[in-house]
């Protein structure tokens, strides 16, 4: 098996505008195409936890189109990402299915 196929969590903290504009669904649709299980969570402090887990290349893809300015931006993301925070770390079993919490 070679690294992208490595099953990984990515747990982000997206902050900017991303509540209330349909963040979390658009999160959930570019996760679902990816074949990521996990979560996007609104946070009271304005921020959007995303947590997602699947091959590696996969969550990567998905980190890439959360962050704005990373190459590879997806035209179209509701909101206004100005920072993404992101730890990698050992699958926990995420259940099937993407959902917003």
């Known amino acids: 098996m070679n ?14 505008r991303v509540q209330g504009v349909g963040f979390r669904w658009w999160v959930r649709s570019r996760a679902l195409e990816l074949g ?3 979560s996007a ?16 290349a996969g969550c990567r893809r998905l980190l890439e189109m959360l962050d704005g300015d990373a190459p ?3 035209p179209g993301r509701p909101g206004a990402v100005t920072g993404v925070v992101d730890r990698w770390g050992a699958p926990r079993g995420e259940p099937s299915g993407f959902r917003e919490r």
């Open 72 to 74: 590879g931006g997806v």
């Open 3 to 16: 690294e992208d196929d490595e099953i990984v969590r990515l747990t982000a903290w997206v902050r900017g």
């Open 36 to 38: 990521l299980a996990g």
């Open 41 to 56: 969570t609104n946070l009271g402090d304005g921020r959007v936890e995303v947590v997602a887990e699947g091959p590696r």
